[in-house]
């Protein structure tokens, strides 16, 4: 209501003549109202038939009307103006600079609600009426305003391009066909649409599907990266708890030798001192006993030095060894001898763990590894439906069970001419296209077969190297007999070990360009991964040897 009550403002305060804003407003004998300026210049034009008119209602005074301001409709004006509701609404209905302007409009266009194909111009609201209810106008095509009506228009003729011409895949107009478009593949450029819609929708399907897989992915990945940090923070407070433990066993086992150290130094230096004051003590009578000799050398007296020669007593023998065994500075050197090769001990091993730590780290690949890590369970999350499209199988091979099994047979098979068709060789394609993750089983029996996977350009016929699996860069390809298994790509063959089965398992993660091969039994057994860059969707392909079949297995 409040819109509708603005739109009513502006056209009952516009001037139908400049269709802005009343500039000092005049009401004229019928009762419309102009800008005194506007109605003054149309008059002006008018004054050479003595005749003036209202713009709108066509009404004619003679004489010419005098002019007089209408207060109250200026009044109103200048009060819209105020308030600012006149303005915005007339900013909103008035085409700007990177609007599409009514085609129709004189003075000041409004803004065009549609635009009509068929005439072709933009309208505003008010003169696109007719098209809503003129009966030949109903039938225009009408559509959002678009400022490229002009390409619509056929440059030579300067006719609308209804047509659409296959041959040049361009829009022509109805003259084209007369003349430089004469005898080309022609059709209404509403029913190409048609088709080009169609290829839209199935484009638009495959990168929903696209869309779909990749999130798909994406959450997965979101969901490794959880686990990786979680594993990650688990190590790591793991390894800081053992190695703060070693580090306490290093450091109470330091603190156990200089308590023994500082024992036995404690032992050793009080025997040495014992010995030493005995020493002294033998020293000090010693000194003794030599003064007392040293006094009677010195007496003249015969008599005197006779009597006194008894009473001097012999030397008594010493208590100690005169030679004492010293080993300068070779005390407690074969501890610190010991500790060092136990520091040397403790080097080597840090050294070879740390290398076999360091590689332990580093071989965590979680895109490389993906499922394997896993038990069967992990890639069946990956299991892909495959069929065998017998447009592409070799004319002595047999296709049946849905689908699903090929045999190779001495009957030549009534297939029909197909340029998809393998014409020299055992092999057939699946039908359908492998992107992201895959994973699929294949059971044998025979003499051998071929599980591949390749690129759906690969070569039907020609020489051996552009059609044989694993003999070109389009093509990667298992070799299975009943002794051995061989990886073959791009002409060059790898023999790989591993468990001869009667079931191999291919496991295919399209975006990080891995290509696993396995044997299937009880476990898996990784016999080969090929790591790549694939460049388009990919085919799975089955090869056959004489007296042989192969299988896709539905897994459950």
Wanted: aromatic letters at 6%.
């Amino acid at each position: 209501m409040e819109k509708r009550g603005v739109q009513l403002d502006q056209e009952s305060l516009s001037c139908s003549i400049c269709l802005d804003l009343l500039n000092d407003p005049v009401t004229i004998p019928c009762g419309h109202s102009y800008c005194m300026d506007c109605i003054k210049d149309h008059w002006d034009v008018e004054d050479l038939r003595r005749i003036h008119s209202c713009p709108q209602c066509r009404k004619e005074f003679i004489p010419r009307p005098g002019l007089e301001k209408n207060i109250m409709l200026a009044a109103l004006v200048e009060d819209l103006k105020k308030t600012g509701i006149l303005a915005a609404a007339a900013d909103h209905c008035y085409a700007g600079p990177k609007d599409v302007a009514c085609d129709v409009c004189t003075g000041r266009k409004m803004k065009a609600v549609k635009s009509c194909l068929s005439c072709p111009a933009s309208y505003c609201e008010n003169h696109l009426q007719p098209h809503y209810d003129v009966p030949g106008l109903k039938k225009h095509k009408l559509v959002d305003p678009t400022m490229k009506l002009q390409e619509n228009i056929c440059s030579h003729h300067d006719e609308v391009m209804k047509i659409f011409c296959r041959t040049d895949q361009q829009c022509i107009c109805y003259l084209c066909l007369m003349d430089e478009h004469k005898g080309h593949e022609t059709v209404p450029a509403a029913a190409e649409r048609t088709e080009k819609q169609k290829e839209l929708q199935e484009r638009r399907q495959q990168i929903q599907q696209r869309i779909q897989e990749q999130e798909k992915d994406v959450k997965l990945l979101q969901q490794e990266v959880e686990a990786i940090n979680g594993s990650a923070d688990k190590a790591v407070e793991d390894s800081e708890k053992i190695f703060t433990d070693l580090i306490c066993k290093i450091q109470k086992r330091s603190s156990d030798v200089k308590q023994q150290i500082r024992s036995q130094q404690g032992t050793e230096v009080s025997r040495v001192k014992k010995l030493q004051e005995k020493l002294e003590q033998e020293i000090t009578e010693l000194k003794r006993k030599e003064a007392e000799l040293q006094q009677l050398l010195k007496t003249e007296d015969h008599t005197q030095f006779l009597k006194n020669y008894p009473s001097l007593s012999a030397l008594s023998e010493s208590t100690h060894s005169s030679s004492i065994n010293i080993r300068p500075l070779r005390y407690f050197e074969d501890v610190t001898a010991a500790v060092s090769e136990l520091r040397e001990k403790l080097e080597d091993i840090l050294r070879d763990t740390g290398t076999n730590i360091s590689l332990t780290v580093s071989k965590v690949d979680v895109l490389k590894s993906g499922p394997e890590r896993n038990n069967r369970a992990g890639f069946l999350l990956y299991s892909q439906e495959i069929t065998l499209d017998p447009n592409t199988a070799y004319k002595y091979l047999l296709i049946s069970e849905g689908n699903r099994k090929v045999t190779s047979v001495k009957l030549k098979q009534s297939y029909p001419y197909h340029p998809h068709r393998f014409n020299d060789h055992n092999q057939v394609l699946s039908r359908e296209s492998l992107t992201g993750r895959c994973y699929w089983e294949v059971k044998w029996g025979g003499g051998g077969i071929d599980v591949a996977v390749l690129y759906k350009n690969i070569s039907r016929e020609g020489r051996l190297d552009e059609c044989e699996f694993g003999a070109n860069d389009k093509s990667w390809s298992l070799d299975c007999d009943t002794n051995s298994y061989t990886v073959w790509h791009n002409n060059v063959k790898t023999p790989v070990s591993g468990p001869v089965s009667s079931r191999i398992g291919v496991y295919l993660d399209h975006s990080a360009g891995i290509l696993s091969f396995y044997s299937v039994s009880e476990t898996l057994t990784l016999l080969h991964r090929f790591q790549t860059k694939f460049t388009q969707p990919l085919y799975a392909g089955i090869g056959v040897y004489v007296g042989s079949f192969a299988e896709v297995v539905e897994l459950n």
